[in-house]
């Protein structure tokens, strides 16, 4: 950030910051049923910037322009992926048995044995042949 007068604080001139906030729905409530992290995102976009203070005397504004926040979030508890983590895993696994079971080393290969980062690697592939990049 960059002084741009008085008050006035952003990015250097003819640019933008753009700032990502992951995992949003994080914050602990406190004992009152604020979250203060999420305080301090809605002080920014609501009123442009944060109270700062300075001496026990004042509390000036600080304004932040040129700033854009990005944010994301899962759902509630995870829940949706709670109720796959065990199909998953008994996927993988009954995957990983049938291979190990027969992929077994060849005389060209006797030193070879599979195993799970085979797996995953394959599983890589697989997601990149269906369009998906992660």
């Keep these: 950030m960059e002084r741009r007068r008085t008050g006035i604080v952003g990015s250097p001139p003819g640019s933008y910051y753009v700032v990502f906030v992951d995992?949003?729905?994080?914050?602990?409530?406190?004992?009152?049923?604020?979250?203060p992290p999420i305080e301090l995102l809605r002080q920014f976009i609501d009123h442009g910037g944060w109270y700062v203070k300075k001496d026990s005397t004042t509390i000036p504004f600080i304004k932040i322009e040129d700033v854009q926040i990005v944010s994301a979030m899962g759902p509630p508890g995870g829940d949706s992926i709670?109720?796959?983590?065990?199909?998953?895993?008994?996927?993988?696994?009954?995957?990983?048995?049938?291979i190990a079971k027969?992929?077994?080393?060849?005389?060209?290969?006797?030193?070879?044995?599979?195993?799970?980062?085979?797996?995953?690697?394959?599983q890589k592939k697989l997601k990149i042949v269906n369009g998906s990049k992660n």
Excluded at 23 to 35: R, S, T, W
Excluded at 82 to 98: E, F, K
Excluded at 105 to 119: A, E, I, V
Aim: without cysteine; hydrophobic residues 30%; negative net charge.
């Design 23 to 35: 995992d949003l729905n994080m914050p602990k409530l406190e004992i009152y049923g604020a979250q």
């Design 82 to 98: 709670r109720g796959l983590a065990n199909p998953i895993v008994s996927a993988t696994l009954d995957v990983y048995h049938t």
């Design 102 to 122: 027969e992929l077994l080393p060849t005389p060209t290969k006797s030193h070879y044995t599979f195993n799970l980062r085979d797996q995953q690697h394959q």
